[in-house]
């Protein structure tokens, strides 16, 4: 550290001094050019010093010296037209306080990044010696989620030090959110094995582990399927979770663990969701199949739904309630801004990048892209983009994976089930029970049997669907028997059909 001359502190700490004799002025005069090389050696020594630095980077794990990458950006298209990237801007008032930094990772280098808003730019830098890759500030704390190694770091929110590292044993960790009085992650839990015979299918278990924020231990478990996403809100915890057509929503008591499957009401639409979150008044969610926002309350009775225009994705979906309106994150790389009484659009920002997750802060909305190396900060008035922040080496591209399936449900016939199946699909029926399937020379119960589907035998789909005595049917080849004829899906209890995947 560079410290100030000992002899120009004390001459620029020495007082005025008034009165002396002329003797005593020469005398002083003479001593003021004999110290002058030094008072001026000691004042650029001290304009060296930065004690706001020191303030900020002495409590935290070790860091390097932020690099604030000042290059001209890319341009992209906002709701006026396509503009370019301003620099950093000046420091707004208020300042907004560390408590509103934005917090990042950089899953690549292992390294939090915690950016201010005043300057648009990294103020620290927090090695973990992990590779966390999901952020949630809340009780008392930021959290950072570790899927590689299945362990959640807590770090203190002013001093940057990590204070708990907390392994998660139960399963595959795959998502992470904070509120009502805990720390929630979302898993998948591991299957006893991974050799399927053809006619069996696996639909995959997990849940939702609670952390007691004050302890940093796991404090509890709600068993609910396999979780793609969690929010907080309305009194409740709400998990998306993942199933071999649908993405089943439940709710779950903070306290009791107590969990309820919930439904939608007022839609034949299924539960094909890709994000979700509650505000203080509705739970709102996305999905990239139906291309459609909705907006509930916590009963599964729908507000209202909004339709949007449906794209190829490229990365993840995210929804943010914050300023007055809502935000979408879509899989295709826009930012979409709604009123969220009316659903019209009021900004679309196209980024062109896949796009992880949306927050807000000090009055903005931060758009996180990894696989971009980037944070994006958008005006919350009208979207437009205000800085591009560099986050580090970008996040090497993935294969999406969305809660919509590949093939969606359709409901064919108004007096039958929904079907799964369609033309060229292969299909098999479940072993249990153990009895064989009917198939008929035409479509209906009181056709004439041409063959039979045995229990567990797989079968093709040649022609359909047609709609008879309130059930679907479809004409099929077996593949163990040979025989070709038509076969009912299912009931309104049961598919005797099932897709094989």
């Given at each position: 550290?560079?410290?100030?001359?000992?002899?120009?502190?004390?001459?620029l700490k020495s007082p005025p001094h008034q009165g002396y004799p002329l003797q005593s002025k020469v005398t002083v005069w003479l001593l003021g050019i004999i110290l002058l090389p030094v008072l001026l050696s000691g004042l650029t020594a001290c304009s060296q010093a930065n004690p706001l630095s020191?303030?900020?980077?002495?409590?935290?794990?070790?860091?390097?010296?932020?690099?604030?990458d000042l290059q001209p950006s890319p341009e992209v298209e906002t709701g006026s037209g396509a503009t370019p990237f301003p620099s950093p801007s000046p420091t707004p008032s208020p300042t907004p306080?560390?408590?509103?930094?934005?917090?990042?990772?950089?899953?690549?280098?292992?390294?939090?990044?915690?950016?201010?808003?005043?300057?648009?730019?990294?103020?620290?830098?927090?090695?973990t010696g992990h590779q966390p890759d999901i952020i949630a500030p809340g009780e008392g704390a930021v959290w950072a989620l570790d899927r590689t190694t299945d362990q959640v770091l807590r770090f203190n929110q002013t001093t940057y030090q990590m204070e708990a590292v907390i392994s998660i044993p139960q399963g595959e960790t795959t998502a992470l959110a904070c509120g009502e009085g805990g720390v929630w992650v979302g898993i998948e839990e591991r299957p006893l094995t991974s050799v399927l015979r053809p006619y069996e299918e696996y639909i995959p278990n997990g849940g939702v582990i609670r952390i007691d924020p004050g302890t940093s231990q796991v404090n509890g478990?709600?068993?609910?399927?396999?979780?793609?996403?969690?929010?907080?809100?309305?009194?409740?915890?709400?998990?998306?979770?993942?199933?071999?057509?649908?993405?089943?929503?439940?709710?779950?008591?903070?306290?009791?663990?107590q969990r309820d499957e919930i439904s939608l009401h007022g839609t034949h639409d299924w539960l094909l969701e890709d994000a979700i979150f509650a505000d203080d008044e509705s739970l709102w969610m996305f999905s990239q199949g139906f291309a459609?926002?909705?907006?509930?309350?916590?009963?599964?009775?729908?507000?209202?739904?909004?339709?949007?225009?449906?794209?190829?994705?490229?990365?993840?979906?995210?929804?943010?309630?914050?300023?007055?309106?809502?935000?979408?994150?879509?899989?295709?790389?826009?930012?979409?801004q709604f009123d969220p009484s009316t659903g019209a659009e009021r900004s679309r920002t196209s980024l062109r990048v896949p796009l992880q997750?949306?927050?807000?802060?000090?009055?903005?909305?931060?758009?996180?892209?990894?696989?971009?190396?980037?944070?994006?900060?958008?005006?919350?008035?009208?979207?437009?983009?205000?800085?591009?922040?560099?986050?580090?080496?970008?996040?090497?591209?993935?294969?999406?994976?969305?809660?919509?399936?590949?093939?969606?449900?359709?409901?064919?016939?108004?007096?039958?089930?929904?079907?799964?199946?369609?033309?060229?699909?292969?299909?098999?029926?479940?072993?249990?029970?153990?009895?064989?399937?009917?198939?008929?020379?035409?479509?209906?119960?009181?056709?004439e049997r041409v063959g039979w589907i045995q229990p567990g035998e797989t079968v093709t789909i040649l022609e359909g669907p047609t709609c008879?005595?309130?059930?679907?049917?479809?004409k099929v080849r077996t593949e163990r028997g040979g025989y070709t004829g038509w076969a009912a899906e299912g009931d309104e209890n049961e598919y005797f059909l099932n897709p094989l995947r």
């Amino acid at each position: 550290m560079t410290h100030c001359h000992p002899v120009a502190r004390m001459i620029l700490k020495s007082p005025p001094h008034q009165g002396y004799p002329l003797q005593s002025k020469v005398t002083v005069w003479l001593l003021g050019i004999i110290l002058l090389p030094v008072l001026l050696s000691g004042l650029t020594a001290c304009s060296q010093a930065n004690p706001l630095s020191a303030m900020l980077m002495t409590p935290v794990m070790p860091v390097e010296s932020p690099v604030v990458d000042l290059q001209p950006s890319p341009e992209v298209e906002t709701g006026s037209g396509a503009t370019p990237f301003p620099s950093p801007s000046p420091t707004p008032s208020p300042t907004p306080s560390p408590m509103e930094w934005v917090w990042t990772a950089n899953s690549i280098s292992g390294d939090l990044l915690v950016i201010d808003p005043a300057s648009n730019s990294i103020a620290v830098i927090i090695p973990t010696g992990h590779q966390p890759d999901i952020i949630a500030p809340g009780e008392g704390a930021v959290w950072a989620l570790d899927r590689t190694t299945d362990q959640v770091l807590r770090f203190n929110q002013t001093t940057y030090q990590m204070e708990a590292v907390i392994s998660i044993p139960q399963g595959e960790t795959t998502a992470l959110a904070c509120g009502e009085g805990g720390v929630w992650v979302g898993i998948e839990e591991r299957p006893l094995t991974s050799v399927l015979r053809p006619y069996e299918e696996y639909i995959p278990n997990g849940g939702v582990i609670r952390i007691d924020p004050g302890t940093s231990q796991v404090n509890g478990y709600a068993e609910v399927g396999s979780v793609i996403r969690l929010t907080t809100g309305l009194g409740y915890v709400w998990a998306i979770t993942r199933n071999t057509v649908d993405t089943p929503l439940y709710r779950i008591n903070p306290q009791t663990l107590q969990r309820d499957e919930i439904s939608l009401h007022g839609t034949h639409d299924w539960l094909l969701e890709d994000a979700i979150f509650a505000d203080d008044e509705s739970l709102w969610m996305f999905s990239q199949g139906f291309a459609r926002l909705y907006r509930m309350n916590p009963e599964g009775r729908l507000y209202s739904i909004f339709s949007l225009r449906q794209q190829k994705p490229i990365g993840y979906a995210d929804l943010r309630s914050a300023y007055g309106s809502l935000w979408l994150a879509t899989p295709w790389g826009d930012i979409l801004q709604f009123d969220p009484s009316t659903g019209a659009e009021r900004s679309r920002t196209s980024l062109r990048v896949p796009l992880q997750s949306i927050t807000a802060a000090a009055g903005s909305i931060w758009v996180h892209a990894p696989a971009d190396g980037a944070v994006y900060r958008l005006d919350a008035q009208n979207g437009e983009v205000q800085a591009r922040i560099e986050t580090g080496e970008k996040l090497p591209p993935t294969p999406v994976v969305t809660a919509t399936p590949i093939q969606r449900a359709t409901r064919p016939c108004e007096d039958a089930p929904y079907s799964r199946l369609q033309v060229g699909m292969r299909a098999f029926t479940l072993k249990e029970p153990d009895l064989p399937q009917r198939l008929h020379k035409e479509p209906g119960k009181e056709s004439e049997r041409v063959g039979w589907i045995q229990p567990g035998e797989t079968v093709t789909i040649l022609e359909g669907p047609t709609c008879a005595e309130g059930w679907v049917w479809w004409k099929v080849r077996t593949e163990r028997g040979g025989y070709t004829g038509w076969a009912a899906e299912g009931d309104e209890n049961e598919y005797f059909l099932n897709p094989l995947r």
